[in-house]
């Protein structure tokens, strides 16, 4: 419950159960298998809270399920662009890559040849996929006053839960982007075509969607697996165009512009560092608002667009960042409100 550990757990020998909660408390929940050989590896956590008095109620849906190496091309590893994703944390990595000539495949000097990387980390943790940003995202939901709960990625895209009834869903998509092994199917992409359908779908009904991630445009425009239907839908569904990956090496998100401010004036500080509580976010995606749409959030060393926001029927609102990644939370808090007055409710 809260922020604190979890409890010594329920054992539960059916596929479903019944918890009790108290009002305006945010609860979490994993679960892990047990048999005769001891406990597996828990689930991805996530969190529920029923606000008294809510403002509306929200789905916060964990579409971060990736674990995965380095981007990598055939001079090496380029975690300029993507420094992969750990279970949890990574005890391992020494430092980035320096060498990437291939010519210097024989170089007898180690510290020369190629492939050779840097010490700089050697001794440091770096954070990973933590899988409990369900709670992240709902503790700021339930500060500006709405209940939610959350979901796997699995269960939306499967339709075992239905978005139909929520305010507003929050998806949540962190480094998730489509990924390859050798000459297997992609995976981990952000938008595969089950969820596209589903959010499609809420959207048209007049629904709310937030979604943030590092690669949300990449994955639907660039990505040498996507196709004309991907950047469709985000043209279409999600009101968004894209620009470029690697937008900005800056921390700083700022809502400061000679435009018109939808957004209160504010910076946001985002983790681009290695360190053992954050994952870093290597890569960040430049948006276009498309015509029905406007430019939100900027990237403070580029001016390049970070956030788009659409307040028609169907309302959206798209980061080229990941929110979880914003560092404190007051500004998290603070980034929320400005995204929930934004996406108010909406009729035909």
Not at 145 to 162: D, K
Not at 191 to 214: D, E, N, T
Not at 312 to 334: L, M, Q
Request: with cysteine; aromatic share 12%; glycine share 8%.
């Amino acid at each position: 419950m809260g922020n604190g550990g979890f409890d010594e757990g329920v054992v539960v020998e059916r596929t479903s159960v019944v918890l009790k909660q108290d009002p305006d408390k945010i609860y979490s929940y994993r679960i892990s298998a047990l048999n005769d050989g001891g406990e597996r590896f828990p689930s991805e956590t996530l969190s529920a809270c029923f606000v008294s008095n809510a403002k509306g109620r929200a789905m916060v849906i964990n579409g971060f399920d990736r674990l995965d190496a380095p981007a990598i091309a055939s001079d090496g590893f380029h975690n300029e662009f993507d420094s992969g994703v750990a279970y949890l944390q990574d005890f391992a990595y020494t430092g980035q890559q320096r060498v990437f000539d291939a010519g210097r495949r024989r170089e007898k000097e180690l510290l020369r040849s190629f492939g050779a990387s840097g010490e700089e980390q050697i001794g440091s943790v770096v954070g990973g996929n933590s899988f409990d940003y369900a709670y992240m995202h709902g503790e700021s939901l339930v500060a500006n006053g709405y209940s939610f709960v959350s979901s796997s990625r699995a269960a939306i895209e499967s339709g075992e839960i239905a978005l139909r009834g929520y305010d507003i869903v929050d998806l949540i998509l962190g480094k998730q982007r489509r990924t390859r092994i050798s000459n297997a199917a992609p995976r981990y992409a952000c938008f595969p075509i089950a969820m596209q359908q589903r959010l499609k779908s809420y959207l048209a009904a007049g629904g709310r969607l937030f979604v943030s991630g590092a690669y949300v445009g990449y994955d639907l425009f660039e990505d040498s697996a996507a196709t004309d239907a991907d950047s469709q839908f985000a043209r279409e569904v999600l009101h968004f165009d894209y620009l470029d990956f690697n937008a900005s090496r800056s921390p700083i998100i700022t809502s400061k512009s000679r435009l018109k401010r939808a957004f209160e004036s504010a910076d946001y500080t985002i983790c681009r560092q290695y360190r053992p509580d954050f994952y870093a976010v290597n890569s960040t995606d430049a948006l276009k608002p498309t015509k029905d749409s406007s430019a939100l959030l900027f990237y403070a060393d580029t001016g390049l667009t970070a956030a788009i926001g659409y307040a028609g029927y169907g309302s959206t609102v798209v980061f080229g960042f990941p929110f979880e990644s914003v560092i404190k939370r007051e500004e998290r808090d603070a980034l929320m409100s400005d995204i929930l007055k934004y996406l108010k409710p909406n009729t035909k």
